[in-house]
């Protein structure tokens, strides 16, 4: 049974830092995994992601520079440091499995198993 479950949330305020955690229950060096979020009112976005059996990563703009996607193959654990928060990041944070495609990529429909979320909250 596929199992990916978050970790690592909270309320921070802006400029703060917060690492979240996607543990997994499958062989990581098999699948992508991307880290999407989803704020209130708004569409579900592709944040980063990382590709299987490579070090290539994807970053959204809006991210780039701030936030870093790593993996931890003997963990079976995915990481996004978050640094630099703002308020503009706030929402509910998804990490997801991947297995189609030579790269990993920022869309949703690419993606056919999720956890459950965690909530970012950055405010003052």
């Known amino acids: 049974q596929v199992q990916l479950v978050e970790s690592g949330g909270g309320s921070v305020q802006p400029g703060g830092s917060l690492q979240l955690s996607c543990a997994v229950s499958?062989?990581?060096?098999?699948?992508?995994i991307g880290w999407f979020r989803q704020a209130p009112g708004k569409a579900r976005e592709g944040v980063s992601c990382?590709?299987?059996?490579?070090?290539?990563?994807y970053n959204a703009d809006a991210v780039k520079g701030r936030f870093t996607i790593s993996r931890d193959n003997a963990k079976n654990t995915v990481y996004l440091q978050m640094n630099g928060l703002e308020v503009e990041d706030t929402g509910v944070y998804y990490c997801?499995?991947?297995?189609?495609?030579?790269?990993?990529?920022?869309?949703?429909?690419?993606?056919?198993?999720w956890g459950q979320g965690t909530q970012v909250t950055v405010s003052s």
């Open positions: 990382v590709t299987s059996r490579t070090d290539y990563t």
């Open positions: 997801a499995l991947g297995s189609s495609g030579t790269w990993c990529t920022p869309h949703a429909k690419d993606y056919i198993d």
């Open positions: 499958f062989d990581l060096n098999y699948y992508h």
